[in-house]
C-alpha cells in the first residue's frame, strides 16, 4: 500500500441513495432478527412449535462462534498487519494476543462476579455450585450459571410462624436474583458487548466501501443470522417481571447499531479513511477484543454448557443430540459461508 493510499481519503461516493436507504434496510434486518425471538416466544399471538426455538438457538450459537472466528479474528489480522501500520506492529501477533487478554479478562469478569455472588448468597446461609455439577450429580437438571441448592421442606415441624416463612421467601427471592437473573444478564451483556462494536465497524465499512452492492447484499443476511442468534438467547431469558425490559433493550439495542455505524460513516466518508494508519489499530484492536469476547462466549458459555455441561445432553437421545449439533454447525457453516464476502 502506498504512502498516498494510507494517508489519504479516496472512499467512493457512489450509489449514496442506495447507502442511505441501506441504513433502514439494515435495521429492519438486524431488528427484526434479534426482536422476533423474544416476541415469539412471550406473545400469545404467535404459536411457533418448540423445535423452532432449539433451532434458533442452537443455529444462533454456530453464528455466535463463526463470527468470531472468520468476522472478527481474521479481519483483526488483517487490519494489524496493514502496511500503513508503524515498525512496532509488525513486530508481535498482536492480534492473538490482544484477543487472548480480551479471553482472560473476561473470564475474570465472570469469575469474580459469581465469587461476588457467592459472598452475598453466604451472607444469606444459601449455598450453590457455580455450574451446578454438584445437582448434575445429584441428577437434578442445572443450566448455566450458579446454581441454589434446593430447600427441602421442613418435616420435623408441623407448623412454622409467619416470620419463619417471611424470611425463607426472602432468601429465595435473593438467591433466584443472585443466581439466575444475574448469571444470565452477565452472560448476555457481555455477548452484546462484543457484537455491538463488531456491528458498529461493518456499518462504517458498509458507508465507504467500493464494492458496496456486494456488501450490502451479505451483510443484510449477515445482520440478520446475528441477531437471530442473539434474539434467540435473549428469548430464553428467565427474569423477573421487573427485568423483563432488558430482552427487548438489547434486541433494539443490536438492531441500532449497524444503521448508526453506516449513518457515521456517510457523515464522515468524505475525511473518514478505513486504510489509514489510525483507522486500521482501531479497527484491528476492536475486532480482536470482540473476537475474544464472542469466542469466549461461544465456546464457553454456549457449546460447553449446552452440551459437555449439560446434563440432558448427557441423557438426551442421539436423534435430538445429533439435531442440536447439526443445527450448531449450520449456523456455523452459513456465517462462514458469508465471510467469502464480509
Known sequence: M???????????????????????????????????????????FFKVPKTVYEFAKYFGSGVIIATGFIHLLAPAFEALGSECLGDGWKTYPWASAITMMSMFALFLTELFAFRIGTAKLEALKVNYDPHGHALAQAGHHSAHGPEGERIQPQTKEKEADSSDIEAHEQHARAREFYTTTMAQIIGVSILEFGVIFHSVLIGLTLAVDEDFKVLFIVLVFHQTFEGLGLGSRLAYLELPDAW???????????????????????????????GSSTASAVSGCLDAISAGILLYTGLVELLAHEFVFNPEAHKAPLGKLLYSIGCMILGAGVMSLLGRWA
Do not use: M
Open 244 to 274: 423483563s425490559w432488558a430482552r427487548y433493550a438489547g434486541a433494539i439495542a443490536y438492531g441500532l447499531t449497524t444503521p448508526i455505524g453506516i449513518a457515521i460513516g456517510l457523515g464522515v466518508r468524505s475525511t473518514y479513511n478505513p
Open 2 to 44: 502506498s504512502e498516498l493510499a494510507c494517508g489519504a481519503v479516496q472512499n467512493e461516493h457512489t450509489y449514496t441513495g442506495l447507502r442511505i436507504a441501506s441504513i433502514f434496510v439494515i435495521l429492519a434486518g438486524s431488528s427484526f432478527g434479534a426482536l422476533f425471538p423474544v416476541i415469539a416466544k412471550r406473545s400469545p
